[in-house]
């Protein structure tokens, strides 16, 4: 995948590290749509989430698992509803990710109706609302608009893990 970065930005190394910018960080990605374009942004959005997060956007930590996710319904929502997407832009600005997904359509995004779990489509807007932090949709000219969402990547030591406690180690009532 070729991968051209804003002016001004700097370009990843042969290992694929972004050296340090201030904090800042954008790839613009030009698409071509087909079958292939949403393996393909999940793949660039992985890759920066590594990049600029490090162990922090590890796919496995849940805030890299919701942007992948989060990716994949825009993307598809492009190719289904907004003509064919033609281009992604990814940034980082301190802890957070912005994904903008550019398509065809004049027609903001909107939700069908009421959210159906038990339907195997139409959940793309449900998910926005739920895992990005903020989320949007601004218009591109005559023809089309970008859909963007942001995702905070806090570093690992602040999440809260749960671990189950063992047998005998729980609190104890009285003395």
């Known amino acids: 995948m070729a991968i051209r970065t804003e002016r001004g930005a700097r370009t990843p190394d042969p290992a694929g590290r972004l050296p340090g910018s201030g904090g800042r960080s954008s790839l ?12 393909e942004c999940r793949d660039l959005t992985r890759w920066a989430l590594r990049a600029w997060f490090g162990p922090d956007g590890d ?16 993307v598809t929502n492009a190719r289904t509803h907004g003509g064919a997407p033609y281009e992604i832009r990814l940034d980082r600005v301190g802890r957070t990710l ?13 939700a069908r109706g009421p959210h159906r779990p038990d339907h195997p489509s139409g959940h793309g ?27 905070e990547v806090p570093p690992a030591s602040a999440e809260v893990v749960e671990e189950p406690l063992e047998a005998g180690t729980g609190p104890v009532d009285g003395p």
């Open 28 to 39: 613009r990605h030009a698409l071509t749509d087909g079958p292939g374009v949403v393996a």
């Open 59 to 74: 796919p496995a930590r849940t805030p890299a698992a919701d942007a992948l996710l989060l990716v994949s319904e825009v």
């Open 98 to 110: 912005r994904v903008r997904v550019g398509d065809t359509s004049p027609v903001p995004p909107r």
């Open 125 to 151: 807007l449900f998910l926005l609302q739920r895992l990005a932090t903020r989320w949007g949709s601004v218009p591109r000219g005559p023809a089309g608009k970008t859909v963007w969402f942001e995702v």
